[in-house]
């Protein structure tokens, strides 16, 4: 079954790091580009970068530059999203999707709700 | 980095169709074909519509459609049915491998 699962939910106190993994099974690992996606309650998706399977290579976008780090294990087939220095407005739910032939997404995972409250 | 522009909400009766505009600039929708739209509904995965502006993924309903004009994309819904009724998000390439989102319209089907 192609899919994408995600951790489960995280609580974290202001301050703290999180760190979200998606495991990918039921297709090649290395053949497609994983991106991040978050959605704070009630509001918008908003993109926060990729990793490329394969290499590892990362493109952030700039509203996370310095915060976010993702990386990979190939032997897992499991992509993490490390996000740090959090605050409350980092509640929300982050996804993870798989990325197509180009830059649209086909498959997603079930999603992480990650809590930042004091 | 500012998100591509959508209205807040779009609605519309069954069987009548409807367009939700998405507007960029010449830096992402005007610069490439590379236009996505998803559609979310409430406490649901957000699900690929359109991709690369006009091009639906298998399964998708042909009532489905999109295009582009300068720095705008659009989806239009033909014959509305009361499944349609959700969030939808457009999407697209900004130039040095980032991706930007719209904000989001919501459809009510009347």
Partial sequence: ?118 | QSALTQPASVSGSPGQSITISCTGTSSDIGDYDYVSWYQQHPGKVPKLMIYDVNNRPSGVSSRFSGSKSGNTASLTISGLQAEDEADYYCSSYRASNTLVFGGGTKLTVL
């Fill in chain 1, 1 to 118: 079954q192609v899919q994408l699962v995600q951790s489960g939910a995280e609580v974290k106190k202001p301050g703290a790091s999180v760190k979200v993994s998606c495991k990918a099974s039921g297709y090649p690992f290395s053949n497609n580009y994983i991106h991040w996606v978050r959605q704070a309650p009630g509001q918008g998706l908003e993109w926060m970068g990729v990793i490329t399977p394969s290499l590892g290579s990362t493109s952030y976008s700039q509203n996370f530059q310095g915060r976010v780090t993702m990386s990979r294990d190939t032997s897992a087939s499991t992509v993490y999203m490390e996000l740090s220095s959090l605050r409350s407005e980092d509640t929300a739910l982050y996804y993870c999707a798989r990325r197509g032939s180009s830059w649209w997404f086909d498959l997603w995972g079930q999603g992480t709700l990650v809590t930042v409250s004091s």
